[in-house]
């Protein structure tokens, strides 16, 4: 029998939100499988229980929750009619209801009686949220406090509470979201080869995985190492041309490289600087192993060795858009 759970998306980009839900969760070996898309709120399967720290990982999930109950009737009282205790040990619970800007206090009673009165109601630190969606079909979940996904979590490391940033820095959510597409496990390493200042590795090593940065500025090491040191995390750091990936071993490669910017990228013409990284890339990497890149413009992304498995378009501004590519070596 299969798990359903309930994920609710972000609003960023709901497209990058369900293929990295679904990425991560077909690398973990649960199988996944889209059985509802409502948009922001999408229905999904897996083959196992969902564990804690792939829940952790998510960075376009707001939450995430266990499903218990459908029913395709519309009046509450026969949907109510079907369902049993709802059974949540002895948790402390709040009721509450998915997206809708106006509580629907009918349903939230009702269902109130369908828990035990041995189970206190804790408005504000509930050890379990018992929550109810309407669409086509009426839904009942379940989200344990311990389900903490890394929408909020990663916003820790916003350029705003780093002592040191760039003002183009990569938006946390991205970083995370990049590096869940890249397939790359716990304890395994992930490389940026234009680390800037580290906010790709600092996403990396929140998720336990081994972070290796290379940047051709030593500032921006210093700043890097400056931004790692502040959150305790840990990383090899190296000042060099990214050709310098050759001499590490890694599992994936996740970059936001310079977008053309001459004091960025050297002096090197972003064509040229394209063609040649992704040339030192894909010669450093091994069949089926993934590069996720963000870029100003997908054209300067070509390479016979890389195989384009998806492409992702994320509004910055009205002067920016940058795409999210992930590749596979062939």
């Known amino acids: 029998m299969r798990e359903r759970y309930l994920l609710e998306l972000g609003g960023e980009n709901t497209e990058l939100g369900k293929y990295e839900a679904l990425e991560l969760f077909k690398f973990k070996h649960y199988n996944p499988k889209i059985e509802t898309d409502y948009g922001k709120i999408i229905i999904l399967s897996t083959s196992k229980m969902i564990e804690n720290e792939v829940i952790s990982r998510l960075a376009m999930t707001r939450r995430i929750s266990h499903i218990i109950f459908t029913s395709e009737k519309k009046n509450l009282e026969d949907i109510l009619e079907d369902l049993n205790e709802i059974d949540i040990g002895?948790?402390?619970?709040?009721?509450?209801?998915?997206?809708?800007?106006?509580?629907?206090?009918?349903?939230?009673?009702?269902?109130?009686e369908k828990i035990s009165p041995k189970n206190k109601i804790d408005l504000d630190k509930p050890e379990v949220k018992v929550l109810f969606y309407r669409n086509d079909l009426f839904y009942i979940s379940l989200n344990q406090n311990s389900w903490e996904t890394g929408y909020k979590r990663?916003?820790?490391?916003?350029?705003?509470?780093?002592?040191?940033?760039?003002?183009?820095?990569?938006?946390?959510?991205?970083?995370?979201?990049?590096?869940?597409?890249?397939?790359?496990?716990?304890n395994e390493t992930v490389v940026d080869p234009f680390?800037?200042?580290?906010?790709?590795?600092?996403?990396?090593?929140?998720?336990?995985?081994?972070?290796?940065g290379i940047d051709l500025k030593e500032k921006m090491i210093e700043y890097t190492k400056g931004n790692l040191n502040h959150?305790?995390?840990?990383?090899?750091?190296?000042?060099?041309?990214?050709?310098?990936?050759?001499?590490?071993?890694?599992?994936?490669?996740?970059?936001?490289?310079?977008?053309?910017?001459?004091?960025?990228?050297?002096?090197?013409?972003?064509?040229?600087?394209?063609?040649r990284c992704l040339d030192e890339f894909q010669k450093s990497m091994l069949k089926k192993q993934r590069l996720v890149i963000a870029v100003s413009n997908p054209e300067f992304v070509k390479n016979q060795n890389l195989t384009l498995l998806h492409k992702f378009d994320w509004y910055i501004h009205k002067s920016m858009t940058r795409y999210i590519m992930v590749l596979e070596k062939n």
Do not use: W
């Open 90 to 112: 002895a948790k402390r619970f709040a009721i509450r209801q998915i997206n809708s800007q106006n509580v629907d206090m009918e349903s939230t009673v009702m269902i109130g």
């Open 154 to 186: 990663c916003l820790e490391h916003h350029i705003s509470n780093r002592p040191y940033f760039s003002p183009i820095s990569i938006h946390p959510r991205i970083a995370r979201s990049m590096i869940n597409l890249s397939n790359c496990d716990k």
């Open 195 to 212: 680390c800037g200042t580290g906010g790709i590795l600092i996403e990396g090593a929140d998720m336990g995985l081994q972070i290796v």
């Open 231 to 275: 959150y305790g995390f840990k990383g090899q750091l190296v000042n060099s041309d990214f050709d310098k990936i050759s001499s590490f071993p890694f599992n994936s490669i996740v970059c936001d490289p310079p977008y053309g910017i001459a004091s960025t990228t050297g002096g090197e013409n972003i064509d040229d600087l394209m063609n």
